[in-house]
């Protein structure tokens, strides 16, 4: 039996809160709407949809709660710099304009989100530019999908769970893939491809989110942002700060200020 998926009932005469102004992308939007149910039905991926200037034309239910919203109309023709905390949609909107103006996808971008009233989550960011007929930029599509559990039922699960393992224990140390690679049994390709089926991550991004585990909760107790980098394996304070922010969005010391924020 085909289950029929419910849309709320919308005036004819009521105004919609965002007019595109290009032609080519709201033909585009009557498309994405037919399928707003189902993007409203997903509690785990916000999805949206922008213009070339960045603002909001479709947004789902799981997006609009995260940001506070309770009716996903009112971000309707805002950009992520007026919906985000101000300090993470900056860049937000940055991301937003780079992928728009170079008219390259962003694929699984991990990402740190901190929601209002939230705790921090780690999600996988993916952004498609959107083009008209004659291949220009008119927006863009895109889904941040909750970091899911990893697959324990995998056959290499076992064995790549040891990898984890160490990369969690040594995270202050440099990657050495190979060296993984012959701990699991399997070549360096074999490592990375299981490593995405079963957690959902790349063994650098396993390293990469281990290491900005541990920096967010040292910022909770350590003044010195060199002396949270030098623990968290990076010799270069300031590469520390570049990569840090590139994921999360701010820089260290902007992160803790948001947490004495939220605390005080």
């Known amino acids: 039996m085909t289950t029929l998926l ?15 102004d290009n032609a080519d992308l709201g033909a585009m939007l009557a ?18 949809v922008k213009d070339a200037s960045g603002r909001y034309a479709i947004v789902n ?9 309770k009716d996903k109309r009112d971000l309707l023709g805002k950009t992520a710099d007026e919906v985000f905390p101000r300090r993470f949609g900056r860049s937000y909107f940055e991301q937003d ?34 083009r008209d007929a004659a291949g220009r930029v008119v927006g863009l599509a895109g889904i941040s999908r909750d970091l899911k559990a990893h697959e324990g039922s ?6 790549l769970a040891d990898v984890v393992q160490h990369i969690q224990d040594h995270f202050v140390q ?25 957690f959902h991550l790349t063994p650098r991004q396993v390293l990469l989110k281990t290491r900005l585990d541990a920096a967010t909760a040292l910022l909770v107790t350590h003044d010195k942002v060199t002396d949270v980098a030098a623990l968290c394996g990076y010799t270069d304070h300031s590469a520390f700060t570049r990569q840090f922010k590139a994921t999360v969005g701010v820089t260290p010391t902007e992160y803790r ?8």
């Not at 004819?12 to 965002?18: K, M, W």
């Not at 200020?257 to 005080?264: C, K, S």
């Open 61 to 69: 239910r799981t997006l609009a709660m995260r940001c506070g919203y």
């Open 97 to 130: 304009m780079a992928t728009i103006n170079a008219g390259q996808q962003l694929m699984d971008q991990l990402e740190l989100h901190l929601y209002p009233g939230r705790q921090p989550g780690w999600c996988l960011t993916c952004k498609e530019p959107l």
């Open 31 to 48: 498309h994405f709407r037919l399928l707003e149910p189902v993007f409203d039905a997903l509690p785990d991926v916000a999805f949206f």
């Open 154 to 159: 995998h056959p290499a699960y076992s064995r």
């Open 257 to 264: 200020l948001m947490l004495q924020e939220r605390a005080g």
């Open 174 to 198: 440099p990657l050495n893939l190979k060296q993984l690679a012959q701990m699991a049994g399997m070549s360096v390709a074999q490592l990375e491809r299981y490593f995405h089926k079963v």
């Open 6 to 20: 419910a849309v709320p009932p919308m005036s004819l005469s009521e105004p919609l809160r965002y007019q595109p």
